[in-house]
Protein backbone atom coordinates (compact mmCIF):
# COMPACT_ATOMS: atom_id res chain seq x y z
CA UNK A 1 0.00 0.00 0.00
CA UNK A 2 1.01 3.13 -0.68
CA UNK A 3 1.00 5.65 2.35
CA UNK A 4 1.00 8.87 0.50
CA UNK A 5 -1.96 7.42 -1.47
CA UNK A 6 -4.28 7.00 1.47
CA UNK A 7 -3.03 9.52 3.28
CA UNK A 8 -2.09 12.40 1.32
CA UNK A 9 -3.79 11.68 -2.32
CA UNK A 10 -1.31 14.08 -4.12
CA UNK A 11 -2.65 13.52 -7.38
CA UNK A 12 -5.96 15.20 -6.02
CA UNK A 13 -4.79 17.14 -2.94
CA UNK A 14 -2.48 20.30 -3.75
CA UNK A 15 -1.09 20.27 -0.35
CA UNK A 16 -0.27 17.43 1.59
CA UNK A 17 -2.71 16.38 4.99
CA UNK A 18 -0.12 17.53 7.03
CA UNK A 19 0.05 20.99 6.46
CA UNK A 20 -3.70 21.21 5.49
CA UNK A 21 -4.35 20.36 9.22
CA UNK A 22 -1.48 22.96 10.16
CA UNK A 23 -3.32 25.58 8.56
CA UNK A 24 -6.57 24.55 9.74
CA UNK A 25 -5.32 24.49 13.28
CA UNK A 26 -3.86 28.22 13.33
CA UNK A 27 -6.57 29.26 11.32
CA UNK A 28 -9.36 27.47 14.31
CA UNK A 29 -6.93 28.82 16.95
CA UNK A 30 -7.00 32.70 15.27
CA UNK A 31 -10.95 32.46 14.84
CA UNK A 32 -11.16 31.38 18.59
CA UNK A 33 -9.57 34.48 19.59
CA UNK A 34 -11.15 36.92 17.41
CA UNK A 35 -14.92 35.64 17.77
CA UNK A 36 -14.44 34.79 21.55
CA UNK A 37 -15.93 35.66 24.49
CA UNK A 38 -12.74 38.54 25.24
CA UNK A 39 -11.86 38.30 21.13
CA UNK A 40 -12.21 41.64 19.14
CA UNK A 41 -14.94 40.58 17.33
CA UNK A 42 -16.38 38.68 20.20
CA UNK A 43 -20.23 37.56 19.57
CA UNK A 44 -22.98 37.15 22.34
CA UNK A 45 -22.55 33.91 23.93
CA UNK A 46 -26.47 33.61 21.90
CA UNK A 47 -25.24 33.18 19.30
CA UNK A 48 -21.47 32.27 20.20
CA UNK A 49 -22.82 28.42 21.17
CA UNK A 50 -24.71 27.77 17.66
CA UNK A 51 -22.07 29.07 15.75
CA UNK A 52 -19.51 26.83 17.36
CA UNK A 53 -22.38 23.95 17.25
CA UNK A 54 -22.65 24.45 13.26
CA UNK A 55 -18.70 24.81 13.57
CA UNK A 56 -18.32 21.32 14.87
CA UNK A 57 -20.33 19.70 12.33
CA UNK A 58 -17.49 18.47 9.77
CA UNK A 59 -15.39 17.23 12.79
CA UNK A 60 -18.62 15.50 14.59
CA UNK A 61 -19.00 13.48 11.26
CA UNK A 62 -15.42 12.79 10.80
CA UNK A 63 -15.54 11.02 14.46
CA UNK A 64 -18.72 9.46 13.47
CA UNK A 65 -17.13 7.80 10.40
CA UNK A 66 -13.67 6.85 12.04
CA UNK A 67 -15.75 5.57 15.34
CA UNK A 68 -17.94 3.46 12.97
CA UNK A 69 -14.79 1.53 11.08
CA UNK A 70 -12.43 1.40 13.77
CA UNK A 71 -13.18 -1.76 15.57
CA UNK A 72 -13.77 -3.67 12.81
CA UNK A 73 -10.59 -2.64 11.58
CA UNK A 74 -9.38 -3.47 14.69
CA UNK A 75 -10.57 -6.84 14.48
CA UNK A 76 -9.44 -7.93 11.07
CA UNK A 77 -5.92 -6.31 11.18
CA UNK A 78 -5.00 -8.92 14.59
CA UNK A 79 -6.94 -11.58 12.33
CA UNK A 80 -4.83 -11.01 9.21
CA UNK A 81 -1.71 -9.97 10.84
CA UNK A 82 -2.05 -13.51 12.62
CA UNK A 83 -3.39 -16.04 10.37
CA UNK A 84 -0.70 -14.58 7.47
CA UNK A 85 2.29 -14.55 9.60
CA UNK A 86 3.03 -18.21 11.14
CA UNK A 87 0.21 -18.04 13.94
CA UNK A 88 0.91 -18.73 17.56
CA UNK A 89 4.56 -18.85 16.62
CA UNK A 90 4.51 -15.27 15.45
CA UNK A 91 2.07 -13.97 18.80
CA UNK A 92 4.29 -15.46 21.19
CA UNK A 93 7.42 -14.14 19.67
CA UNK A 94 6.10 -10.50 19.21
CA UNK A 95 3.29 -10.10 21.37
CA UNK A 96 5.38 -11.26 24.07
CA UNK A 97 8.08 -8.58 23.53
CA UNK A 98 6.04 -5.95 22.70
CA UNK A 99 3.57 -6.07 25.77
CA UNK A 100 6.79 -6.01 27.70
CA UNK A 101 8.20 -3.30 26.06
CA UNK A 102 5.05 -1.39 26.54
CA UNK A 103 4.80 -1.94 30.11
CA UNK A 104 8.66 -0.81 30.03
CA UNK A 105 8.10 2.50 28.04
CA UNK A 106 4.93 3.35 31.07
CA UNK A 107 6.92 2.87 33.75
CA UNK A 108 9.90 4.98 32.28
CA UNK A 109 7.60 7.53 31.73
CA UNK A 110 5.84 7.07 35.31
CA UNK A 111 9.02 8.53 36.42
CA UNK A 112 9.61 11.08 34.38
CA UNK A 113 6.37 12.54 35.51
CA UNK A 114 7.47 12.29 39.35
CA UNK A 115 10.93 13.75 37.78
CA UNK A 116 9.85 16.53 36.24
CA UNK A 117 7.52 16.92 39.03
CA UNK A 118 9.94 17.11 41.53
CA UNK A 119 12.18 19.77 39.52
CA UNK A 120 9.35 22.20 38.50
CA UNK A 121 7.14 22.28 41.63
CA UNK A 122 4.28 23.21 40.09
CA UNK A 123 1.67 23.51 43.25
CA UNK A 124 4.27 26.15 44.28
CA UNK A 125 2.89 28.62 41.83
CA UNK A 126 -0.65 28.61 42.44
CA UNK A 127 -2.55 30.66 44.78
CA UNK A 128 -3.88 29.20 47.15
CA UNK A 129 -7.01 32.08 47.29
CA UNK A 130 -7.29 30.58 43.47
CA UNK A 131 -7.67 27.01 44.19
CA UNK A 132 -9.76 27.41 46.92
CA UNK A 133 -12.86 29.49 44.32
CA UNK A 134 -12.08 26.48 41.57
CA UNK A 135 -12.74 23.69 43.97
CA UNK A 136 -16.49 22.75 43.41
CA UNK A 137 -18.65 20.01 42.72
CA UNK A 138 -17.18 18.98 39.58
CA UNK A 139 -18.77 15.44 39.23
CA UNK A 140 -20.99 16.37 36.37
CA UNK A 141 -18.07 18.12 34.33
CA UNK A 142 -16.11 14.84 34.65
CA UNK A 143 -19.00 12.80 33.81
CA UNK A 144 -20.44 14.89 30.35
CA UNK A 145 -16.31 14.92 29.36
CA UNK A 146 -15.80 11.44 29.75
CA UNK A 147 -18.73 10.47 28.03
CA UNK A 148 -20.37 8.74 30.82
CA UNK A 149 -17.27 5.86 30.96
CA UNK A 150 -17.97 4.36 34.76
CA UNK A 151 -14.99 2.64 36.82
CA UNK A 152 -14.81 0.98 40.13
CA UNK A 153 -14.68 -2.48 39.33
CA UNK A 154 -12.19 -5.18 41.33
CA UNK A 155 -9.16 -6.13 39.69
CA UNK A 156 -10.77 -9.75 39.08
CA UNK A 157 -13.99 -8.29 37.60
CA UNK A 158 -11.74 -6.38 35.45
CA UNK A 159 -9.82 -9.45 34.30
CA UNK A 160 -13.26 -11.17 33.48
CA UNK A 161 -14.22 -8.65 31.80
CA UNK A 162 -11.43 -8.21 29.30
CA UNK A 163 -13.40 -11.49 27.70
CA UNK A 164 -16.44 -10.21 24.75
CA UNK A 165 -18.65 -12.42 26.15
CA UNK A 166 -21.26 -10.53 24.12
CA UNK A 167 -19.51 -9.48 21.17
CA UNK A 168 -22.00 -7.15 19.83
CA UNK A 169 -22.12 -4.89 23.22
CA UNK A 170 -18.17 -4.69 22.61
CA UNK A 171 -18.62 -3.07 19.41
CA UNK A 172 -21.17 -0.80 20.84
CA UNK A 173 -19.74 0.28 23.83
CA UNK A 174 -16.59 0.84 22.25
CA UNK A 175 -14.60 -2.06 24.45
CA UNK A 176 -11.20 -1.82 22.33
CA UNK A 177 -9.45 -4.00 25.04
CA UNK A 178 -12.36 -7.22 24.46
CA UNK A 179 -11.92 -6.08 21.11
CA UNK A 180 -8.54 -7.10 20.48
CA UNK A 181 -9.22 -10.22 22.83
CA UNK A 182 -11.55 -11.53 20.90
CA UNK A 183 -9.44 -11.41 17.38
CA UNK A 184 -6.63 -12.68 19.04
CA UNK A 185 -8.68 -16.00 20.12
CA UNK A 186 -10.43 -15.42 16.48
CA UNK A 187 -6.92 -15.30 15.16
CA UNK A 188 -5.20 -18.41 16.96
CA UNK A 189 -8.62 -20.08 15.54
CA UNK A 190 -8.12 -19.93 12.33
CA UNK A 191 -4.52 -20.16 12.37
CA UNK A 192 -5.21 -23.92 14.31
CA UNK A 193 -7.60 -25.07 11.59
CA UNK A 194 -6.56 -26.21 8.10
CA UNK A 195 -6.50 -23.71 5.50
CA UNK A 196 -8.96 -24.72 3.40
CA UNK A 197 -11.63 -24.79 6.51
CA UNK A 198 -10.69 -20.81 7.04
CA UNK A 199 -10.15 -19.14 4.14
CA UNK A 200 -13.56 -18.22 3.54
CA UNK A 201 -13.38 -16.13 7.12
CA UNK A 202 -10.13 -15.16 6.05
CA UNK A 203 -11.16 -13.39 2.64
CA UNK A 204 -14.31 -11.87 4.48
CA UNK A 205 -11.64 -10.22 6.76
CA UNK A 206 -9.47 -9.27 4.14
CA UNK A 207 -12.54 -7.38 2.54
CA UNK A 208 -13.88 -6.06 5.44
CA UNK A 209 -10.56 -4.49 6.06
CA UNK A 210 -10.19 -2.97 2.56
CA UNK A 211 -13.83 -1.78 2.68
CA UNK A 212 -13.06 0.00 6.54
CA UNK A 213 -9.86 1.85 4.74
CA UNK A 214 -11.96 3.42 2.23
CA UNK A 215 -14.06 4.79 4.29
CA UNK A 216 -11.40 6.22 6.44
CA UNK A 217 -9.94 7.70 3.24
CA UNK A 218 -13.42 9.08 2.61
CA UNK A 219 -13.72 10.83 6.67
CA UNK A 220 -9.77 12.20 5.65
CA UNK A 221 -11.44 14.67 3.68
CA UNK A 222 -12.82 15.97 6.39
CA UNK A 223 -9.83 16.33 8.64
CA UNK A 224 -8.58 19.74 8.39
CA UNK A 225 -12.18 21.05 8.67
CA UNK A 226 -12.75 18.97 11.76
CA UNK A 227 -8.97 20.37 13.13
CA UNK A 228 -10.05 23.91 12.62
CA UNK A 229 -13.30 22.67 14.28
CA UNK A 230 -11.63 21.35 17.28
CA UNK A 231 -8.92 24.06 17.88
CA UNK A 232 -11.78 26.57 17.52
CA UNK A 233 -13.78 25.31 20.29
CA UNK A 234 -11.11 24.39 22.37
CA UNK A 235 -9.89 28.35 22.23
CA UNK A 236 -13.28 29.94 22.79
CA UNK A 237 -13.92 27.79 25.70
CA UNK A 238 -10.69 28.05 27.41
CA UNK A 239 -9.84 31.45 29.39
CA UNK A 240 -7.00 33.31 29.05
CA UNK A 241 -7.08 34.02 32.75
CA UNK A 242 -6.88 30.17 33.87
CA UNK A 243 -4.65 29.24 31.68
CA UNK A 244 -2.34 31.95 32.78
CA UNK A 245 -3.07 31.11 36.64
CA UNK A 246 -2.00 27.14 35.77
CA UNK A 247 0.36 27.80 33.17
CA UNK A 248 3.32 26.84 35.26
CA UNK A 249 1.08 23.44 35.23
CA UNK A 250 0.61 23.79 31.93
CA UNK A 251 4.24 23.93 31.07
CA UNK A 252 5.53 20.94 33.62
CA UNK A 253 3.61 18.79 32.12
CA UNK A 254 4.48 19.67 28.46
CA UNK A 255 8.22 19.16 29.60
CA UNK A 256 7.27 15.66 30.57
CA UNK A 257 5.60 15.30 27.48
CA UNK A 258 8.57 16.25 25.49
CA UNK A 259 10.99 14.29 27.27
CA UNK A 260 8.77 11.11 26.69
CA UNK A 261 8.90 12.41 23.01
CA UNK A 262 12.99 12.57 23.16
CA UNK A 263 12.64 8.94 24.67
CA UNK A 264 10.94 7.79 21.61
CA UNK A 265 12.96 9.44 19.17
CA UNK A 266 16.44 7.68 21.57
CA UNK A 267 14.86 4.25 21.00
CA UNK A 268 14.07 4.67 17.28
CA UNK A 269 17.83 5.94 17.02
CA UNK A 270 19.36 3.51 18.78
CA UNK A 271 16.70 0.21 19.19
CA UNK A 272 15.31 0.44 15.54
CA UNK A 273 18.14 2.42 13.79
CA UNK A 274 16.46 4.89 11.67
CA UNK A 275 16.83 8.35 11.44
CA UNK A 276 14.44 10.23 14.22
CA UNK A 277 14.51 13.33 11.61
CA UNK A 278 12.58 10.72 9.03
CA UNK A 279 10.81 9.27 11.49
CA UNK A 280 9.04 12.69 12.87
CA UNK A 281 8.43 13.48 8.82
CA UNK A 282 6.60 10.29 8.05
CA UNK A 283 4.79 10.20 11.86
CA UNK A 284 3.52 13.80 11.24
CA UNK A 285 -0.20 12.74 9.51
CA UNK A 286 -0.84 10.86 12.80
CA UNK A 287 0.32 13.20 14.94
CA UNK A 288 -1.90 16.03 13.86
CA UNK A 289 -4.77 13.73 14.01
CA UNK A 290 -4.39 12.83 17.13
CA UNK A 291 -3.96 16.18 18.62
CA UNK A 292 -6.56 17.46 16.88
CA UNK A 293 -9.05 14.73 18.04
CA UNK A 294 -7.72 13.75 21.52
CA UNK A 295 -8.23 10.19 20.52
CA UNK A 296 -5.90 7.51 19.73
CA UNK A 297 -8.43 5.11 18.89
CA UNK A 298 -10.24 7.50 16.34
CA UNK A 299 -6.52 8.34 14.85
CA UNK A 300 -5.81 4.27 14.68
CA UNK A 301 -6.59 3.92 11.39
CA UNK A 302 -4.09 6.77 10.22
CA UNK A 303 -1.48 5.48 12.56
CA UNK A 304 -1.93 1.81 10.63
CA UNK A 305 -1.67 3.18 7.11
CA UNK A 306 1.57 5.29 8.60
CA UNK A 307 3.32 2.47 10.05
CA UNK A 308 2.44 0.07 6.88
CA UNK A 309 3.05 2.80 4.16
CA UNK A 310 5.12 5.89 5.21
CA UNK A 311 7.85 3.65 7.72
CA UNK A 312 7.91 0.53 5.87
CA UNK A 313 6.45 -1.83 8.81
CA UNK A 314 5.36 -5.07 7.02
CA UNK A 315 1.50 -5.62 7.64
CA UNK A 316 2.11 -8.50 9.76
CA UNK A 317 4.27 -6.44 12.73
CA UNK A 318 1.77 -3.04 12.14
CA UNK A 319 -1.84 -4.88 12.04
CA UNK A 320 -0.99 -6.38 15.66
CA UNK A 321 1.52 -3.88 17.51
CA UNK A 322 -0.82 -0.87 16.60
CA UNK A 323 -4.01 -1.74 17.86
CA UNK A 324 -2.41 -3.41 20.49
CA UNK A 325 -0.77 -0.55 21.24
CA UNK A 326 -4.20 2.17 21.03
CA UNK A 327 -5.36 -0.29 23.67
CA UNK A 328 -2.39 -0.38 26.64
CA UNK A 329 0.54 1.97 25.26
CA UNK A 330 -0.45 4.79 26.61
CA UNK A 331 2.94 6.64 28.28
CA UNK A 332 1.51 10.01 27.75
CA UNK A 333 -1.69 9.62 29.62
CA UNK A 334 0.50 7.53 32.54
CA UNK A 335 2.58 10.40 32.77
CA UNK A 336 0.23 13.22 32.85
CA UNK A 337 -1.97 11.05 35.65
CA UNK A 338 1.08 11.07 37.88
CA UNK A 339 1.68 14.92 37.65
CA UNK A 340 -1.66 15.47 38.30
CA UNK A 341 -1.66 13.32 41.05
CA UNK A 342 0.94 15.09 42.63
CA UNK A 343 0.00 18.66 41.83
CA UNK A 344 -3.19 18.32 43.59
CA UNK A 345 -1.69 17.12 46.86
CA UNK A 346 0.82 19.73 46.46
CA UNK A 347 -2.00 22.13 46.40
CA UNK A 348 -3.90 20.43 49.29
CA UNK A 349 -1.01 20.37 51.32
CA UNK A 350 -0.99 16.53 51.60
CA UNK A 351 2.68 14.81 51.83
CA UNK A 352 3.02 11.93 50.19
CA UNK A 353 5.62 9.14 51.76
CA UNK A 354 7.99 7.28 49.49
CA UNK A 355 5.49 4.14 49.98
CA UNK A 356 3.03 6.16 48.80
CA UNK A 357 4.27 7.34 45.93
CA UNK A 358 5.72 3.57 44.80
CA UNK A 359 2.14 2.51 45.23
CA UNK A 360 0.35 5.65 43.18
CA UNK A 361 3.28 5.26 40.17
CA UNK A 362 2.14 1.26 40.09
CA UNK A 363 -1.09 2.35 40.45
CA UNK A 364 -1.02 4.57 37.62
CA UNK A 365 0.74 2.26 35.50
CA UNK A 366 -2.22 -0.29 35.74
CA UNK A 367 -4.76 2.41 34.92
CA UNK A 368 -3.01 3.97 32.31
CA UNK A 369 -2.70 0.43 30.31
CA UNK A 370 -6.32 0.04 31.12
CA UNK A 371 -7.62 3.20 29.49
CA UNK A 372 -9.66 3.49 26.73
CA UNK A 373 -8.60 5.30 24.05
CA UNK A 374 -11.26 8.00 23.66
CA UNK A 375 -11.09 11.56 24.90
CA UNK A 376 -11.97 12.47 28.79
CA UNK A 377 -11.92 9.10 30.13
CA UNK A 378 -8.68 9.33 31.99
CA UNK A 379 -10.43 12.27 34.36
CA UNK A 380 -12.72 9.49 35.46
CA UNK A 381 -9.65 6.95 35.98
CA UNK A 382 -7.89 9.82 37.54
CA UNK A 383 -10.91 10.64 40.10
CA UNK A 384 -10.43 6.59 41.08
CA UNK A 385 -6.50 7.30 41.61
CA UNK A 386 -7.35 10.61 43.75
CA UNK A 387 -9.93 9.22 45.90
CA UNK A 388 -7.42 6.40 47.13
CA UNK A 389 -5.41 9.17 48.44
CA UNK A 390 -7.64 10.98 50.00
CA UNK A 391 -7.98 13.70 47.65
CA UNK A 392 -11.99 14.60 47.40
CA UNK A 393 -13.17 13.83 43.10
CA UNK A 394 -13.97 17.27 42.91
CA UNK A 395 -10.46 18.63 43.16
CA UNK A 396 -9.94 17.32 39.22
CA UNK A 397 -12.19 20.59 38.92
CA UNK A 398 -8.80 22.46 39.51
CA UNK A 399 -7.39 21.37 36.47
CA UNK A 400 -10.32 20.72 34.23
CA UNK A 401 -10.08 24.12 32.17
CA UNK A 402 -6.94 23.31 30.39
CA UNK A 403 -7.30 19.82 30.15
CA UNK A 404 -8.43 19.20 26.98
CA UNK A 405 -5.83 21.08 25.64
CA UNK A 406 -3.05 18.76 27.76
CA UNK A 407 -5.41 15.78 26.41
CA UNK A 408 -4.08 16.93 23.36
CA UNK A 409 -0.80 16.51 23.57
CA UNK A 410 -0.64 13.75 25.23
CA UNK A 411 -2.37 11.88 23.20
CA UNK A 412 0.38 12.73 20.64
CA UNK A 413 2.63 11.15 22.44
CA UNK A 414 0.61 7.86 23.19
CA UNK A 415 0.30 7.57 19.69
CA UNK A 416 3.87 8.35 18.38
CA UNK A 417 4.47 5.47 21.00
CA UNK A 418 2.82 3.68 18.95
CA UNK A 419 4.44 3.96 15.56
CA UNK A 420 7.76 3.89 17.57
CA UNK A 421 6.65 0.14 19.01
CA UNK A 422 5.97 -0.52 15.52
CA UNK A 423 9.62 0.25 13.93
CA UNK A 424 11.18 -1.46 17.16
CA UNK A 425 9.31 -4.50 16.05
CA UNK A 426 10.38 -4.27 12.65
CA UNK A 427 13.16 -4.26 13.63
CA UNK A 428 13.46 -7.23 15.59
CA UNK A 429 11.71 -8.72 12.80
CA UNK A 430 15.02 -8.09 10.58
CA UNK A 431 17.31 -9.00 13.17
CA UNK A 432 15.41 -12.74 13.81
CA UNK A 433 14.56 -12.11 17.34
CA UNK A 434 10.56 -11.65 16.25
CA UNK A 435 9.61 -14.39 14.12
CA UNK A 436 7.80 -12.65 10.91
CA UNK A 437 7.27 -13.31 7.52
CA UNK A 438 9.93 -11.82 5.35
CA UNK A 439 6.45 -10.91 2.80
CA UNK A 440 4.26 -8.43 3.00
CA UNK A 441 0.69 -9.53 3.96
CA UNK A 442 -1.65 -8.54 0.61
CA UNK A 443 -2.15 -5.14 0.29
CA UNK A 444 -4.97 -2.65 0.99
CA UNK A 445 -5.97 -0.67 -1.77
CA UNK A 446 -7.69 2.52 -1.45
Not at 152 to 168: F, T
Not at 184 to 191: I, P, T
Not at 233 to 255: N, P
Not at 355 to 377: D, F, M, N, R, S
Amino acid sequence: MDGDILINDKSRRRLPLWLMMLIALCGGIAAGLLLGPQGAFALAPDILRPVTDWVMLPARLFLALITMVVMPLVFCSIVLAITESGGLDFLRSAGIRVVVYFVVTTCIAVMIGIGVNAAMKPSTHVPQSWVITQIGNAEEAVKKASGGYAGGKSIPQMIVDIIPVNPAAAVLEQQMLQIVIAALLAGLALAALPRAESQSVISVCIGAQAVCMKIVFWALWLAPMAVFAFLFRLTVETGAGTLAMLSWYVATVLLGLAAIMGMYLLIVAFVARRSPLVFLTAARDAQMLAFSSSSSAATMPVTLATAEGKMGVRPAVARLVVPLGTTINMDGTAMYQIIVALFLTGLLGIDLSFGQTVLLAVTVVAAAIGTPGTPGVGLVILSVILTNLGIPAEAVGIILSVDRILDMCRTVINVTGDLTASVVVERWAQTGAVKAPEIHLQEKTV
